[in-house]
């Protein structure tokens, strides 16, 4: 069965400073990754996607995150970090071999500090 | 840039009533989608609905929930007998094919039910 795990349900990094947000997934298949962001009172956004192409995938905004096979990990990284970048940010992961279901982490509210 | 449409974006409803819950998905996508985010909880897929029928269900959308489209644009959730518990936010999403590969989901702004 395929899940995903958000290691920190909230993360704090001043402005200008690098963002590491960390997720790690269970798939019995060959996965789809993905990083959502909502910021507040919004709908979820795509941030990015990894789809069995290159293991690093640039997203919108800065973003980028990594597949890690090794280490079932797809961390979403910026370099700097700006103000408007506070939100909750969700990995999911959907099965290749599924092809309608996609499953949340439980998300990391990411806070910017001036 | 097409998006997705919800509407309510806030319904106020008091227990034991029926609510419908409707979204306009993106024109040319095939596959259409519910969840629900209980405040403070991780997004929960609910349903997805594919060729007029549901291709899949989780084990939240028992039988007092129903899903439709009834025509070819909009896409409602039903809610038969609401619950206190069924107080959260319900997205929906849609997609031009399957979730995997390079058919990402696009969600709507949701609509925040809250039940009296």
């Known amino acids: 069965a395929q899940s995903v795990t958000q290691l920190d349900s909230h993360v704090s990094v001043s402005e200008g400073t690098p963002v590491l947000l960390r997720c790690n997934y269970s798939?019995?298949?060959?996965?789809?990754l993905f990083w959502y962001v909502q910021h507040p009172n919004k709908g979820l956004q795509l941030l990015l996607k990894y789809t069995s192409a290159a293991t690093l995938v640039k997203g919108i905004n800065g973003f980028e995150a990594e597949f890690k096979k090794s280490e079932t990990s797809f961390h979403l990284t910026k370099p700097s970090a700006h103000m408007s970048d506070a939100a909750e940010y969700f990995c999911v992961v959907s099965d290749a071999n599924r092809d309608d279901k996609i499953i949340f982490g439980k998300g990391t509210r990411l806070h910017i500090l001036p | 840039e097409p998006e997705v449409t919800q509407t309510p974006s806030h319904q106020v409803t008091q227990m034991g009533q029926e609510v419908i819950l409707r979204c306009v998905p993106i024109?040319?996508?095939?596959?259409f989608y519910w969840y629900r985010q209980i405040l403070g909880q991780k997004v929960e897929f609910l349903v997805s609905?594919?060729?007029?029928?549901?291709?899949?269900k989780s084990e939240i959308f028992d039988d007092q929930f129903s899903v439709e489209r009834p025509d070819g644009s909009n896409f409602t959730l039903k809610i038969r007998s609401t619950k206190l518990e069924d107080s959260a936010m319900y997205f929906c999403a849609s997609s031009e094919a399957a979730a995997s590969a390079s058919y990402e989901q696009y969600f709507g702004p949701g609509t925040r039910l809250t039940v009296t």
């Open positions: 609905f594919y060729n007029n029928e549901i291709s899949e």
């Open positions: 798939s019995s298949y060959s996965p789809s």
């Open positions: 024109s040319n996508h095939l596959y």
